[in-house]
């Protein structure tokens, strides 16, 4: 089987969608062409396409194209993409090994009544979740929050930054969010539900939208 190298196959999508590098650097942001054409160059090896520049690219590759370019080719760029990800809602129980580098980490930990120092909330890792990234969202930005419940059964629930989803995809969805005690710098990560228009509840900033959960018998 022949490897594939990001930065060709990155080439190639580029050059099926239509575009110059130059046209697609200027289009993204990049001030010159060399700012991302170094990611096309041989100097870049055989190592993946940051997260944060096939993000960028995202929204200029997905549809164009024949055949249309896919979410999944993009999404492969980074080298990350699960073949199977959790469904888009409902209960995901999965067997994924808990140490699979492709599992997602907890970084939050919602516990009812705890409040904690809001600038050591998210900066702490609680092992890996029983997901697989999912390929609909950029693989290094996706984390875990763990429900704790008080009882025998573990949730935990699966999540993606809220600036990755529009406001139609979070009307209704639950989120990850952080509730200010006061005025003080102290925060309760809670679990709670957009309003249908997409709005968080007052008081809190959601730091996750929740795209999947397990549920530990």
Known sequence: MVKKVPRLEM?????????KSAELARLMGYASASGFNRYELSGHGDKPIPAKVVKELMPHLVGRGSPPITREEVLALTGLVATAPPPASGVARQTVPLTSPRAVPVKYRIDVGVFVEAAAVGHRNYGDAPFLVSPEFPPLSQ???AVVTGGS??????????DEVGEAYRAGRRYVGLRQRGT?????VVLSTYDPDGNPVQNERPVGVVVAAYVRE
């Open 11 to 19: 080439r190639a999508l580029i050059e099926r969608a239509g575009y």
């Open 143 to 145: 984390f875990a929050a």
């Open 153 to 162: 059964r573990a949730v935990v629930v699966h999540c993606v930054p809220v």
């Open 184 to 188: 003080t710098d102290l925060v309760e």
